[in-house]
Nanobody
Framework: QLFLRESGGGSVQAGGSLTLSCAVS????????LGWFRRAPGKDHEGTAA????????YYDDSVKDRFTISYDNAKQTLSLHMNNMKPEDTGMYYC???????????????????WGQGTQVTVSS
């Protein structure tokens, strides 16, 4: 079982940067696929980025490639999402999610992730 807690959301102007963090606790002796999902107003959860904690696998949605970087610090058990050159369409609630299958990191889909944080709001103004 995993417990996930996000932090670092806020408001930023277009072109600015923001970093989200997700503290991971629980049964962490195994490897996990950890991801960030974004839910924009009126839309479904969208897999933004994902990483396998054992290394070697990352995923980025086309809309965030070359702007966002996902990373996981094993020692601190912290997932991060560094967001640069932000756009108004990046606005939404960002959720940290995790589960145990590496294949989930290929294309993260909301319905297959079993563990979720409560989310943190990100607002990008133009």
């Amino acid at each position: 079982q995993l417990f996930l807690r996000e932090s670092g959301g806020g408001s930023v102007q277009a072109g600015g940067s923001l970093t989200l963090s997700c503290a991971v606790s629980g049964y962490t002796d195994t490897k996990y696929c950890l991801g960030w999902f974004r839910r924009a107003p009126g839309k479904d959860h969208e897999g933004t980025a994902a990483i396998w904690t054992g290394g070697g696998t990352t995923y980025y949605d086309d809309s965030v490639k070359d702007r966002f970087t996902i990373s996981y610090d094993n020692a601190k058990q912290t997932l991060s999402l560094h967001m640069n050159n932000m756009k108004p369409e990046d606005t939404g609630m960002y959720y940290c999610a995790g589960d145990s299958m590496r294949s989930m990191c290929a294309v993260p889909i909301q319905s297959v992730f079993g563990y979720w944080g409560q989310g943190t709001q990100v607002t990008v103004s133009s």
